[in-house]
C-alpha cells in the first residue's frame, strides 16, 4: 500500500510541535499529504478513547508530538507517557500493533525530526498494512456529543 492511502493524525502541542509544523510548510518542506494535524493545548488532555474512535473512523497511525518535559502544564508529560502506556496495553489487548501510536518530541524549529516521523509512520504503516477497524473496540465510549451526534 502507498503512502497516500494511509491516514496519519498528528496531536501537536499548541506550544511547541504545532509551530514546528507550521515552521515546516513555511519552509516549502515537502511531506505526504496524507497527514492531518490537530492542534491541541496538550496531549495528555485526550483520553485513550480518543485514539481508539480514530483507529475506527479511519485513521491508520498516530504521531503524538509534544514538547515533553519543557511543557508549560505540571505533570503533563508524565500524565500523556500514563495514558499511552494504557492505550499500548489496550491495542496489544485486541492484537493491534502499538506501533501504531507514536510519541515525539518536536520542538518549534524542528523541522528535520517533523519529516522524519512522519517518512517513518508512512513506512511503517507501509510495513504493517491497514487496521482491522473491527477489531478495534472501545471499552468507554466518548459521549454522543463528541460522535458527531446532532447538538
Known amino acids: 500500500m502507498n503512502a497516500s492511502k494511509h491516514k496519519i493524525l498528528i496531536l501537536a502541542s499548541s506550544d511547541?510541535?504545532?509551530?514546528?509544523?507550521?515552521t515546516v510548510g513555511q519552509g516549502h518542506n515537502h511531506y505526504a499529504a496524507?497527514?492531518?494535524?490537530i492542534r491541541v493545548v496538550s496531549p495528555a488532555m485526550l483520553p485513550i478513547d480518543f485514539y481508539l474512535h480514530a483507529f475506527q473512523k479511519g485513521i491508520d497511525g498516530i504521531i503524538v508530538m509534544s514538547s515533553g518535559e519543557?511543557?508549560?502544564?505540571?505533570?503533563?508529560?508524565?500524565?500523556l507517557t500514563r495514558q499511552l502506556d494504557e492505550l499500548?496495553?489496550?491495542?496489544k489487548e485486541q492484537g493491534i500493533d502499538f506501533r501504531r501510536v507514536k510519541?515525539?518530541?518536536?520542538c518549534t524549529v524542528c523541522t528535520a525530526s517533523?519529516?522524519?516521523e512522519v517518512r517513518a509512520m508512512?513506512?511503517?504503516?507501509?510495513?504493517?498494512?491497514?487496521?482491522?477497524?473491527?477489531?478495534v473496540v472501545r471499552p468507554n465510549p466518548l459521549p454522543i456529543a463528541m460522535e458527531g451526534g446532532s447538538r
Request: charged share 20%; glycine share 6%; no cysteine.
Open 16 to 22: 511547541s510541535a504545532y509551530v514546528g509544523a507550521d
Open 34 to 37: 496524507n497527514t492531518y494535524i
Open 70 to 79: 519543557e511543557t508549560p502544564f505540571e505533570g503533563a508529560q508524565h500524565q
Open 88 to 91: 499500548t496495553a489496550v491495542l
Open 103 to 106: 510519541l515525539a518530541a518536536i
Open 114 to 116: 517533523f519529516l522524519r
Open 122 to 135: 508512512n513506512e511503517l504503516l507501509d510495513e504493517i498494512g491497514p487496521i482491522d477497524r473491527q477489531a
